[in-house]
């Protein structure tokens, strides 16, 4: 059984920092590409964040490129978000998924876990 578990949200300041984990089990880790997803309230889930199952590749989107780094540890099955100079509209569940390689959608996600960012 696939599981992945987000952990590390929480509140913060704006311009604060936060890391997010997602610790995944029950799948070959180091064979899937793994990505970061966000939902704000009354909008729909936007993509991140991705990074290639070997780590050499890394994609953002353009609201946090330049503050946020993906980042894995494939001995831990592990994949992290480093957010920096986080902002209000940072405001999310953040949610953590995983594609298989050749694959377009991403198969497994996570329950989420919340950012809330105060101004």
């Known amino acids: 059984q696939v599981q992945l578990v987000e952990s590390g949200g929480g509140l913060v300041q704006a311009g604060g920092s936060l890391r997010l984990s997602c610790a995944a089990s029950?799948?070959?880790?180091?064979?899937?590409?793994m990505g970061w997803f966000r939902q704000a309230p009354g909008k729909e889930r936007d993509f991140v964040a991705r990074i290639t199952w070997g780590g050499g590749h890394t994609y953002y989107s353009d609201s946090v490129k330049g503050r946020f780094t993906i980042s894995r540890d494939n001995a831990k099955n592990t994949v992290y978000l480093q957010m920096n100079s986080l902002k209000p509209e940072d405001t999310a569940v953040y949610y953590c998924a995983s594609r298989a390689q050749g694959a377009y959608e991403y198969n497994y996600w996570g329950q989420g876990t919340q950012v809330t960012v105060s101004s």
């Open positions: 029950g799948l070959t880790f180091s064979s899937y590409t």
